[in-house]
């Protein structure tokens, strides 16, 4: 059997927005069952996400520390960011972030991996890319504020990410994803097998 994702959509007697936020909100849902009843589903509408495993010739990755309020803890991450403008292209958004986070541009993107972080309570939806052919971006870096102004930077080895998220000490959705993929991809058939980075992205259509 082929093992696949596929969509489907359950009829929806009833929905309401009991909260609007700045980026995201609460929708609640009556879904339909199979069985005839109807079941209330509430979960967090999201505009989705892009992030980069931006990798160097030395084999190490970039990574970010931040705070994050709900889980308190400083964790280690990926650059990672919002698409702000609905339709964006997520390449497009992917360089942003490389750049406003890490003052790092790349010349070679692919497509790692596309997820739902939470698929059972949230409807985000992130491309994860693989950033390569790394340098420094000219002239004065992006000004960060709140909780982006206390980060701090690295570039850690591939091998020591993957050791510390099979230790259970790093927990990052989009960097487990993300170093977990490149790993694979470098024990199989090459990061330029990869699909590109304008590859088709149903979950959040864009125009190229």
């Keep these: 059997m082929t093992i ?11 929905t309401a927005t009991p909260f609007r936020g ?13 069985d005839g009843s109807v079941a209330r589903r509430d979960y967090q509408v999201h505009p989705g996400s892009v992030a980069v ?7 190490r990755v970039l990574v970010l520390r931040q705070y994050r309020h709900p889980v308190r803890h400083k964790l280690w ?27 790092v541009k790349a010349v070679d993107w692919r497509v790692l991996a596309d997820v739902y972080t939470t698929p059972g309570g949230c409807d985000e939806a992130v ?4 950033a390569r052919d790394l ?11 709140e909780e982006e102004a206390d980060m701090e930077l ?14 259970g000490e790093l927990h990052n959705n989009c960097l487990v994803v993300g170093v977990l993929s490149l790993t ?19 979950a959040r259509p864009f125009e190229a």
């Design 4 to 14: 696949k994702d596929t969509p489907e959509e359950w009829r929806v007697t009833a």
């Design 22 to 34: 700045n980026k995201t909100s609460v929708r609640t849902d009556d879904v339909v069952m199979p």
């Design 53 to 59: 495993v931006a990798l160097d010739e030395d084999g």
């Design 77 to 103: 991450e990926i650059p990672a960011g919002l698409l702000d403008v609905p339709g964006e292209n997520p390449l497009t958004a992917a360089q942003r972030e490389l750049y406003e986070e890490a003052h």
């Design 127 to 130: 491309r994860i890319f693989l």
């Design 135 to 145: 340098s420094e971006v000219e002239g004065e870096r992006f000004q960060v504020s």
């Design 154 to 167: 690295a570039r850690v080895p591939l091998g020591d990410l993957v050791r510390g998220v099979l230790a």
């Design 184 to 202: 694979a991809a470098l024990a199989g058939d090459g990061p330029d097998s990869l699909r590109p980075a304008e590859a088709p992205w149903p």
